[in-house]
């Protein structure tokens, strides 16, 4: 079993909770706010078998894009998610 700890950009958040839930893959939703822009996103934690992550990722990407943000006169680009995939020991449900 996997964990994926998806720290998703406000913008993108509504469209990726909702292809995560037409895919009936259960997440758990946490508001929280990026350190480097300041900007707003949501963090989601999704248990999956590890077979599941490719599709789980797959849906992700496919609602989520980078782009470019200019910063201090600087340019640069921005992910639409972070996504960190972690071995789970034990999974209890109560």
Do not use: H, P, W
Request: with cysteine.
């Amino acid at each position: 079993m996997k964990l994926i700890i998806a720290i998703v950009q406000d913008e993108y958040i509504n469209k990726v909770i909702k292809v995560l839930m037409d895919n009936k893959i259960r997440t758990t939703k946490l508001s929280s706010t990026g350190g480097f822009l300041k900007s707003g996103n949501t963090t989601l934690f999704i248990g999956v078998d590890d077979k599941e992550v490719d599709r789980v990722v797959d849906l992700i990407k496919e609602q989520c894009e980078s782009r470019n943000v200019k910063t201090a006169g600087e340019e640069v680009i921005v992910g639409g998610a972070n996504l960190f995939i972690v071995d789970i020991d034990k999974y209890i449900k109560i």
